[in-house]
């Protein structure tokens, strides 16, 4: 067992994994943040939030989640190190970039965009609705936090933020291009055939990601 979290392998097996689960977040998050320009008036979001922030299997997921995260971060981060080490520079470089794309190598550097703009975001959103004070809204007969409100305002009001949420999606997008398919060639999925159809399918679901959060703040500086 020692093996798995100190060999290589073992290291990369563990990041495929707590890849694919955060994969399995971003499908369920994206849906949820879609409904906010699906309503116009707040009421299936803050819904949605509300389910999310009251229901007892979510509030189980929460802390799996965040430990599915940590170590994502870990074991990229020590991986990165060692392969670092182990290559001369120059010739990392040259080998790199005839045999791999731009975000393969650039693996590192997305994901340390990518958690920035969620220490922003959590700072912004999970800190105000989990202790900071909410506004609230009575919808069919439950009063709950007004979630739409709270997000909305920071689109429409802060054109900075929107900015650095269409960016952020766009360097998930570009992280998904090679950490989609790379997870399953990992776990085994090593097959030709179906490694071919895993990086077509993560090119669809990269673009379907960072479309899908960079229409949200759009939307609310076009249009509202």
């Given at each position: 067992m020692s093996n798995l979290f100190s060999s290589s392998i073992g290291r990369k097996l563990i990041m495929s994994i707590s890849g694919l689960f955060l994969i399995l977040f971003i499908c369920v998050h994206l849906s949820v943040n879609l409904l906010l320009i699906f309503d116009d008036s707040g009421k299936l979001f803050n819904l949605a939030a509300h389910f999310m922030d009251s229901n007892p299997i979510i509030k189980i997921v929460e802390?799996?989640?965040?430990?599915?995260?940590?170590?994502?971060?870990?074991?990229?981060?020590?991986?990165?190190?060692?392969?670092?080490?182990?290559?001369?520079?120059?010739?990392?470089?040259?080998?790199?970039?005839?045999?791999?794309?731009?975000?393969s190598r650039n693996m590192f550097i997305l994901g340390a965009l990518i958690v920035l703009f969620l220490a922003v975001h959590l700072s912004d959103y999970f800190y105000k609705i989990k202790f900071g004070t909410m506004p609230t809204i009575k919808?069919?007969?439950?009063?709950?936090?007004?979630?739409?409100?709270?997000?909305?305002?920071?689109?429409?009001?802060?054109?900075?933020?929107?900015?650095?949420?269409?960016?952020?999606?766009?360097?998930?997008?570009?992280?998904?291009?090679?950490?989609?398919?790379?997870?399953?060639?990992?776990?085994?999925?090593t097959n030709d055939l179906w490694l071919k159809r895993l990086k077509k399918i993560s090119i669809v679901y990269a673009i379907i990601v960072a479309t899908g959060f960079s229409i949200i703040p759009l939307y609310f500086l076009i249009f509202m």
């Open positions: 802390p799996l989640l965040a430990i599915g995260f940590a170590v994502h971060l870990v074991y990229a981060t020590i991986i990165t190190i060692q392969n670092k080490k182990k290559r001369p520079q120059n010739y990392s470089i040259q080998n790199n970039k005839a045999t791999s794309s731009w975000p919808i069919d007969g439950i009063i709950m936090n007004d979630a739409y409100l709270v997000v909305s305002k920071s689109f429409i009001n802060h054109f900075w933020y929107s900015l650095l949420y269409i960016a952020s999606g766009m360097f998930l997008g570009l992280h998904l291009t090679h950490g989609f398919w790379s997870a399953f060639q990992t776990i085994g999925w």
